[in-house]
């Protein structure tokens, strides 16, 4: 797969996923500062990223992924990257963000 259209399909299922417009999901992009996402949020992220996008996982513990760019290198520089996404279910992280907040408002009340 040619890698501009590898980070296309990775940036339309960042947007999918965010609810957001694809034109704000720039490979400068930093997920926290710029996308408001914690750092929980960057890892359910990277693992719906890694389903769709390759063949188990390519992000090491160490790795550093605070920018859309850090996650497309390592899909791109994967050996194990597929050659195009499957991504026709809706994982969306929106569900998990919101239910997230939705437990935590219940422990807030409780």
Request: hydrophobic share 35%.
């Amino acid at each position: 797969m040619n890698e501009d259209t590898l980070t296309t399909q990775i940036r339309l299922f960042i947007a999918k996923q965010l609810g957001l417009d694809f034109q704000d999901i720039d490979v400068e992009a930093h997920f926290n500062d710029d996308l408001g996402l914690d750092d929980l949020d960057v890892i359910e992220l990277t693992i719906l990223i890694e389903e769709q996008f390759a063949q188990g996982s390519v992000i090491n513990d160490d790795d550093q992924i605070e920018f859309v760019r850090d996650l497309i290198c390592h899909i791109e520089n994967s050996d194990h990257a597929l050659t195009s996404g499957a991504w026709g279910e809706d994982t969306s992280l929106r569900k998990v963000r919101s239910s997230r907040s939705t437990n935590r408002s219940r422990l807030a009340n409780s």
